[in-house]
């Protein structure tokens, strides 16, 4: 159940505006990698930031100032530095992605909130269910081609504290380069005269090799041809959305659940793993069935030796997967399922990324992830969305807005003075009552009740 309001929750915005480079910025082309000029990132994602009015704490320089006007100046100064985002995407030959450095600007609304940060309660989390009024889409503003790359909303709250939302083109960059970017506004904000990390461009480190090598089996980009007639909804009006957070103790139950092999294994594995048993299991597939599980995995970490500058920004993920059959994950312990999750952030590998962005060259049509029978996981735990502090302390809440059809991502989360992770779902309605139940199931013997943050209530778990 919603929060309740003694008013009508409202957000009163200005006119949209383009905010352009403070200051005059290279006209050129640049083309983006093939990893970014994949179909599967073409598509804007929401983030948002809440703040509460924390103006004590706030540096000289921000003290009494209007955070619009000091975020405002700080986006300006920070497309001196970022100036392709101030672009527009173009296609070149075989639909190749580039970017028309054009300095046109981003997209920035200005808007005004009639209600306190505290009255949203839990529903500051994903799915926030206010997210189209504090990101609003502006019409003609959502394609990929001749359109603004991000698009910035600033909403005070009568409280004082305020939200800031971001919708970003994800063919310009991945969650870590996205945060880089803003790390960038919040140094220009505080009055930095430089920056900590210049951003590198240099997408044609993972552009195709000459020639291109094809080396690495793709499951993540073949569709899965089972023999049932399996119908998943995906229409929204059909869907229900919730985030279900997992702390220290659940997390400990879920691992005593393992054989003492896999207790060592990670977080994301453990939990990533829960949520696509779980999920399969309330979607009552054909046992015969198959499905898959795909992970983003970065290409930034030291392992793979893909020598990825600091500075850079692009994406540089692969989301290798694994298949199973639908039985063998509903009927096999919790073990099962996490194998197959290390398994497949185990194909992970400088030669699979770089076989990935081969596979897009030759394909030609630059292939999308498979959907159907899929679930894709990403870890933004650890991204850095929390630790920006624009000048008026952390946030509240920092991440994406909420989980797509067949996407779910580990936002980190604070509840009760511990910090634990936060996992939002998309379920046919009849399949999310099935999946809570499973997961409650799971999860008994804890001495924390599961949290849907959602609905504000709590799911009762046995000792």
């Not at 540096?59 to 300006?76: H, N, R, Y």
């Not at 995906?234 to 896999?262: A, I, W």
């Not at 630059?366 to 650890?382: F, M, T």
């Amino acid at each position: 159940m919603a929060p309740k309001f003694s008013l009508v929750l409202s957000v009163t915005r200005q006119a949209p505006e383009l905010i352009v480079p403070a200051r005059p910025t290279p006209r050129e082309l640049k083309q983006l990698s093939d990893i970014d000029d994949q179909e599967s990132f073409r598509f804007h994602i929401p983030v948002i930031f809440l703040y509460k009015n924390n103006s004590a704490s706030s540096p000289p320089v921000l003290k009494e100032k209007d955070p619009v006007k000091v975020i405002k100046e700080a986006i300006s100064e920070a497309l001196v530095y970022y100036y392709p985002f101030a672009g527009r995407l173009i296609e070149g030959p075989n639909r190749k992605l580039m970017v028309d450095c054009n300095g046109e600007g981003i997209l920035f609304l200005e808007a005004e909130a009639n209600f306190k940060l505290e009255q949203l309660g839990g529903a500051i989390q994903p799915p926030c269910p206010y997210l189209e009024q504090l990101t609003y889409n502006v019409p003609g503003s959502e394609g990929i081609l001749g359109c603004p790359l991000l698009l910035i909303q600033v909403t005070r709250l009568m409280c004082g504290g305020f939200t800031l939302a971001i919708r970003f083109n994800h063919t310009m960059c991945d969650a870590s380069g996205l945060v880089q970017f803003v790390k960038t506004i919040e140094e220009m904000a505080r009055g930095a005269n430089t920056l900590s990390i210049f951003p590198v461009w240099q997408r044609e480190r993972l552009c195709a090799r000459n020639p291109p090598q094809v080396t690495s089996v793709h499951l993540e980009y073949e569709e899965i041809n089972n023999n049932s007639d399996t119908f998943i909804t995906t229409n929204p009006n059909e869907m229900d959305h919730k985030s279900f957070y997992f702390g220290p103790k659940e997390v400990r139950v879920l691992k005593n659940q393992l054989p003492l092999h896999l207790r060592n294994c990670s977080t994301f594995e453990l939990l990533a793993a829960c949520m696509w048993r779980c999920r399969t299991i309330a979607l009552q597939l054909d046992p015969k069935d198959t499905v898959q599980f795909s992970c983003l995995v970065t290409a930034r970490a030291k392992d793979y030796k893909m020598d990825i500058p600091s500075g850079y920004y692009g994406n540089a993920v692969a989301f290798p997967a694994v298949h199973s059959k639908v039985g063998a994950l509903c009927n096999n312990p919790l073990g099962y399922a996490v194998a197959l999750v290390k398994k497949a952030k185990a194909e992970m590998s400088e030669e699979h990324i770089r076989s990935a962005a081969d596979l897009m060259e030759v394909k030609g049509r630059r292939p999308r992830h498979a959907i159907k029978g899929n679930y894709i996981v990403s870890d933004l735990s650890k991204v850095g969305f929390d630790r920006i502090d624009l000048g008026w302390g952390k946030p509240v809440f920092a991440g994406i807005a909420g989980a797509k059809s067949i996407f779910s991502f580990l936002n980190r989360y604070q509840k009760d003075g511990e910090t634990g992770t936060l996992i939002p779902i998309r379920l046919p309605r009849p399949s999310m009552k099935r999946f809570e139940e499973e997961l409650k199931r799971m999860i008994q013997g804890s001495t924390e009740d599961l949290f849907d943050i959602t609905e504000t209530r709590k799911i009762a778990c046995k000792l």
